[in-house]
């Protein structure tokens, strides 16, 4: 856990935190007929269960396989995957109480959010999207928009809701308007394109991440064979590994290089550092 003067940052490496905010804004003929109304679905998956609460609806723990089975709930949590930054990480907020919270909406009425005292968030972006003109946009709020009405440290001992309170759950759920005015399936492939934009993004930093991986590890493997035909001194050697390896490569590879620096090496030849550098 990471803290500061106001936040803690708890990092779970068992759970996942995402969610979906909508802001919905309606354009009228003047700026001061106009409306803005919002719209969440926030999850945490802890192994097969997960908690998801919903604006209007209420909240419910259920099992992976039955938030599947929704092809509403599938939805919005796959949505959720893509716009959560780390799914991860759960911020505390130490001293500031959500019990009403409002977002900015410019020149038009505050909306409110959450009528309860919420203290978790996750970083996420959310989406605005205007009803008029059926445009879309992705932003990001750094001071958190998707707040949890529980402790996500508490769903560890919760059980998954009975099959009747889940039963009325989704009864209830499925009188939301997007659902019974049938514009979920106009919403759905207007955010198509979100959706695309988000993938790409999310596949460049995966590829990103798998560049600096392999680029970390050719640039040892020739820092090692360097030092093998120059009889470079260690400390130079560090110099360069500091300057030619990522942040993470360096928390991964230090034990190694650090060995081979020394002048009494663990390893028998560079071979044998090559393999080890290889392997990690």
């Given amino acids: 856990m990471i803290s500061s003067n106001k936040n803690a940052y708890h990092t779970v490496a068992d759970a996942e935190f995402t969610g979906v905010y909508e802001r919905i804004v309606d354009n009228f003929t003047t700026v001061f007929l106009g409306s803005v109304s919002d719209d969440y679905h926030l999850f945490i998956k802890f192994g097969d269960k997960v908690y998801m609460d919903v604006k209007g609806v209420g ?4 099992s992976f396989a039955d938030l599947q089975q929704n092809k ?6 796959d949505l959720s ?3 959560t930054a780390d799914k991860n990480m759960a911020i505390e907020s130490l001293h500031r109480k959500y019990t009403s919270w409002y977002i900015d909406t410019g020149n038009y009425i505050d909306a409110e959010i959450y009528d309860q005292e919420r203290f978790w968030s996750i970083d996420t972006s959310y989406i605005e999207y205007e009803v008029n003109t059926n445009a879309k946009k992705i932003r990001n709020n750094s001071q958190g928009i998707c707040f949890y009405n529980i402790n996500p440290y508490d769903l560890v001992n919760m059980e998954c809701s009975t099959q009747e309170d889940l039963n009325t759950f989704r009864n209830i759920y ?25 993938t790409i ?6 590829l990103n991440k798998l560049r600096e991986f392999f680029e970390d590890k050719k640039n040892l493997v020739n820092l090692v064979a360097f030092k093998e035909k120059k009889e470079v ?19 991964k590879y230090s034990k190694y290089i650090e060995d081979f620096c020394n002048t009494e090496m663990t390893y028998k030849s560079s071979k044998d550092a090559i393999a080890q550098i290889l392997w990690t």
């Fill in 233 to 251: 001194d260690g400390d130079l050697l560090m110099v360069i590994y500091n300057n030619i390896v990522s942040s993470e490569g360096k928390n």
């Fill in 72 to 77: 509403y709930w599938k939805y919005y949590y």
């Fill in 201 to 206: 993004a999310y596949i460049d930093e995966e």
């Fill in 174 to 198: 499925m009188m939301r308007t997007e659902i019974t005015n049938m514009t979920f399936e106009n919403k759905k492939m207007i955010y198509s394109e979100i959706e695309i934009d988000l």
């Fill in 59 to 62: 909240e419910i723990v259920m």
């Fill in 81 to 83: 995957l893509l716009l």
